[in-house]
């Protein structure tokens, strides 16, 4: 089981847009040469964020990408949920129907509990992350950036807003 | 994100050996037969529940697989993790470290805030499957099946197991 790389793109992404100053917003150029990505992919990234109403674009000059909401009120469930979908993990087949034991479909009432096991689990994993903020992990992001990176990522800005 | 379908065929094919009269044994062939499953592919799956320490193969007349420790000491966890192994879904890239910013390697001390929520969003999933033992899984799925199912299962175990 693998996470799209698009998830880790998607989170660093908003976190640099949790620390834009207010008014102004970044291109998805810039934030792909912020962190060395590919712009097309990241490009398609940001339209999956747009599309889940967690960012969204500004044209015009000085336009680009800035958070939909404040930062405190999106979750990392929701940035997660924005690249990978809602669909469940585990996919039950149904196998249980089948074979020398098969019977009836409509004799069967309730999804397998293999499937509902399953399905429990990966919601103690989405509320695990409904319960962190971008907000906490920007500031968290920022607490922990060495001094040297601070100070580059400000030059950047200052540059990349004009 | 997506498990791989052999995650259902290997925690059916445990409650199916968890069922065993004591003593018995189900070859690779039969376990796919009463699921109707591809043999090779199912027995690449009992390779690897056996390589965890999940099922063990008898030889000779009447062998095959069999639980390798009672049902009760095996949890879904265990089962999950000999299918899909316990790599992180989440694969940090280390993109804070490219680009305008990046500074020297060695002053990142601890991994990205990023990875470690997503890392222990995931510990949740494995914990939560770490709770459920076979056994609950087995006997839950005994006691929901259709009752004419039960019956058709009966007569093919006792074919089966001769």
């Avoid at 992990?137 to 001094?147: D, R, T, V």
Wanted: include cysteine; glycine fraction near 8%; charge should be positive.
């Amino acid at each position: 089981m693998k996470l799209n790389e698009g998830v880790e793109w998607a989170i660093h992404a908003c976190s640099l847009l949790a620390s834009l100053p207010p008014g102004k917003a970044l291109p998805a150029r810039k934030l792909a040469e912020y962190f060395a990505l590919p712009e097309a992919y990241l490009a398609k990234i940001l339209q999956q964020l747009s599309a889940a109403g967690l960012v969204s674009a500004r044209k015009g000059p000085g336009g680009g990408y800035v958070l939909a909401r404040p930062s405190g009120e999106i979750s990392l469930r929701e940035i997660v949920e924005a690249v990978e979908g809602t669909s469940p993990c585990f996919r039950c087949t149904e196998i249980r129907r089948r074979g020398p034991a098969a019977v009836a479909d409509d004799l069967f009432v309730r999804p397998c509990v293999i499937a509902r096991t399953m399905w429990r689990a990966e919601e103690a994993w989405r509320a695990e992350l409904a319960k962190v903020s971008l907000r906490e992990i920007q500031m968290k992001g920022l607490a922990e950036m060495p001094a040297p990176q601070v100070e580059k990522a400000a030059q950047w800005f200052r540059a990349a807003l004009g």
